[in-house]
């Protein structure tokens, strides 16, 4: 390991986007970058692989990328694990960078995972938290383990790069500066589309809600005390009438009750919601490690000495089914008598959302 802290320099962000889509999980990678490379006194760059997406370069400067990496051409027009992968390679053997972070997305886990074994690498899988050890200079990965009950802190000591993933919305948005500017190296990856194993027909997208459970600024999470299909009509009806979207925890998915696309929790989906409703929800660890960025929790349990009541913003102590009509219609009065207000500082969408500028 003797040459390797010469040979190895800077911390890299794999830019996900899709169709010059930029994924926020790349900005929020971006600026924990920034806080490992302050403390390696070192760069932090972008590596953005597609077509036509120059658009998208001054996005990363402005949200503190150092340099930017571009490979763009037809080829990388659609994700693809087999050219990303080898266009990703070349410029890391080429330019050698210590630590390389993605996003634990379906891509950022598809490509990091070929990535890591091309390059005979290890990597941290959907981590929590991000350190550097300034001793050894290397990088602290941690994660939850054992079902959530510890944090595991996991080295990379004698391979180069470093690699990781983590969650989107585990990490804040750093907050962008205008106007600011870096280097762009533009680079040149040849791959005949003759020779490739994959071929992108057709991309279906998912139209089952116009909000990602993970960007939904209000989400309504069921568990097993949802009960039934009665149940998961009312968490419906309410994420309706607040224009929020519908999730659920571990057991509301083994009861078939909600889809386990929206599941909340360690082996689900990370949210940072603004306002988070836990309905017939214990609060096993697992499920909170998905939930702990949410500004305000309201939980609904008729235990009032379950966990997740005791970390809720506001208790309801009661059974769910009798309290979520009442609460629907007590919603649905509030945002009525609102909209029948001529306040200019006031605005609701066609859903009934409520904006206070």
């Not at 490992?36 to 658009?55: F, P, Y």
């Not at 503190?64 to 080898?86: L, Q």
């Not at 966990?307 to 945002?335: C, H, N, R």
Request: hydrophobic share 40%.
């Amino acid at each position: 390991m003797a040459n390797i802290d010469k040979d190895y320099s800077g911390v890299w962000v794999f830019v996900e986007q899709q169709e010059g889509k930029l994924a926020n999980v790349t900005l929020e990678l971006i600026g924990e970058a920034k806080k490992l490379a302050s403390s390696l006194e070192v760069q932090v760059s972008t590596v953005l692989l597609g077509d036509k997406v120059e658009a998208i370069i001054p996005t990363l400067l402005e949200y503190g990328a150092d340099k930017v990496y571009v490979i763009d051409d037809p080829v990388f027009h659609f994700y693809r694990a087999e050219t990303y992968m080898k266009a990703f390679c070349y410029l890391v053997e080429k330019y050698k960078p210590e630590i390389l972070l993605m996003g634990a997305t379906t891509t950022g886990r598809d490509l990091a995972g070929a990535v890591a074994t091309t390059l005979k690498t290890g990597l941290t899988a959907d981590c929590t938290a991000l350190d550097i050890d300034l001793e050894k200079k290397i990088l602290l990965a941690s994660r939850p383990a054992f079902g959530g009950n510890i944090m595991a802190t996991i080295v990379c000591k004698d391979h180069r790069p470093q690699m990781a993933t983590v969650r989107p919305k585990v990490m804040k948005m750093p907050i962008p500066e205008s106007n600011r500017t870096g280097i762009v190296l533009r680079e040149k990856f040849a791959i005949e589309e003759d020779s490739l194993r994959t071929i992108v027909l057709k991309i279906v997208k998912d139209q089952a809600e116009d909000v990602k459970l993970e960007d939904a600024k209000i989400v309504v999470s069921g568990g097993r005390g949802i009960q039934n299909e009665h149940g998961v009509k009312l968490l419906k009806e309410l994420a309706t009438v607040l224009g929020g979207v519908v999730g659920g925890s571990r057991g509301a998915i083994e009861k078939n009750l909600i889809d386990p696309k929206r599941q909340v929790g360690q082996t689900g989906q990370t949210v940072s919601p603004k306002l988070y409703f836990a309905i017939g929800i214990s609060g096993a660890i697992q499920h909170i490690v998905g939930l702990q960025g949410s500004e305000t929790i309201i939980a609904i349990n008729t235990d009032p000495q379950c966990p997740m009541m005791k970390i809720a913003t506001y208790s309801i102590v009661g059974d769910a089914l009798t309290i979520l009509p009442k609460l629907i219609e007590a919603f649905k009065q509030s945002l009525s008598e609102i909209k029948n207000l001529n306040l200019k500082n006031i605005n609701c969408d066609i859903k009934g959302v409520v904006t206070v500028e």
